[in-house]
């Protein structure tokens, strides 16, 4: 096991990391500052700083060699080269997301939201809905190339990467898509939050009763996490639902081998048949990619890395 120390990683990245605001199996490079005086830098996986000193606030994850920075007036997007490149037109802008499948999301100031491609080449806007403005949009396009869509009536619903409508906005919450074709959605009638998983046509595969309470956003591998009198487990496609061992306070991050969990202020990652695979111990953990995780503890950085054995 490879263990490489980092003294700052940025939050940003990994809370993005943690909502999924990113592809870990394409995950090449981490935002980082060696010292606390130093501006912030890309590191790869293996620990080599990529570039040094840059930027004054922390950078997002590159998503597909795309990364995004706060500065004075707005948010930049770059190309993440030798030297980071402004992409054309992406400066300054009111809002941004992620690229995804060669296509992200920004806003200008005092326009609409838009799509554009790595050379800030405008694809498609987005324009009202039977009237109703679109005034949000997830930050990137998920495994379906689906997005998650707001009206100002604060419906919820989902386009296509061609910013065609997919499924209508009639939901009052939603969540991406995971790989497998699959979405949590919540309408709510009279006062009460009616969840669901649906397909990705919008069809109800699984209504889930009121003593479940989903306590994560994403449906990975056919498993819903979910709260049933306090206690953490998994409903299936069918339904059966698959209690956690007691040993396990909070779910963080799932994959479909397994998921983080904390135990008594300290995280570690179990699989499906509760085999601890990393032993609760680190401040705080995040799966990046091939068995590869970046954990914390006191301040301090580390990657674990491939051919994890109980730790």
Request: glycine share 8%; charged share 25%.
């Amino acid at each position: 096991m490879k263990i490489v120390k980092i003294c700052y990683v940025s939050l940003i990245a990994c809370l993005l990391a943690g909502c999924g605001l990113f592809d870990s199996e394409k995950t090449e490079f981490i935002p980082v500052k060696e010292n606390k005086s130093d501006k912030w830098g890309f590191m790869s996986l293996e620990g080599e700083m990529i570039i040094e000193n840059e930027f004054e606030k922390s950078p997002t994850f590159p998503m597909e060699g795309v990364f995004i920075v706060e500065e004075e007036e707005g948010y930049s997007a770059f190309l993440l080269k030798n030297r980071p490149e402004l992409i054309k037109g992406c400066e300054n802008l009111k809002s941004v997301g992620c690229m995804s499948n060669g296509v992200m999301p920004i806003v200008e100031k005092g326009k609409r939201i838009s799509y554009i491609n790595k050379k800030g080449e405008i694809l498609f806007t987005l324009n009202p809905i039977k009237g109703k403005d679109i005034i949000s949009v997830s930050a990137y396009f998920d495994d379906n190339n689906y997005s998650i869509i707001e009206t100002e009536d604060h419906n919820f619903g989902y386009i296509n990467n061609k910013g065609e409508v997919v499924i209508s906005p009639n939901f009052s919450c939603a969540m991406p898509f995971s790989k497998d074709g699959y979405a949590l959605v919540c309408k709510e009638i009279d006062g009460n939050k009616n969840w669901q998983i649906i397909d990705n046509s919008g069809k109800a595969i699984l209504k889930i009763g009121e003593k479940y309470s989903p306590c994560y956003p994403f449906v990975i591998n056919g498993k819903l996490a979910v709260l049933l009198d306090n206690h953490f487990g998994f409903l299936d496609l069918s339904g059966k639902y698959i209690r956690c061992s007691d040993s396990v306070e909070k779910i963080t991050d799932i994959t479909k081998d397994g998921f983080v969990f904390c135990s008594k202020y300290k995280y570690g990652f179990m699989n499906y048949n509760g085999e601890q695979i990393i032993r609760a111990r680190y401040s705080g953990l995040q799966v990046l990619d091939n068995g590869k995780f970046l954990a914390n503890n006191d301040n301090e950085f580390l990657f674990l890395n491939s051919n994890i054995a109980v730790r």
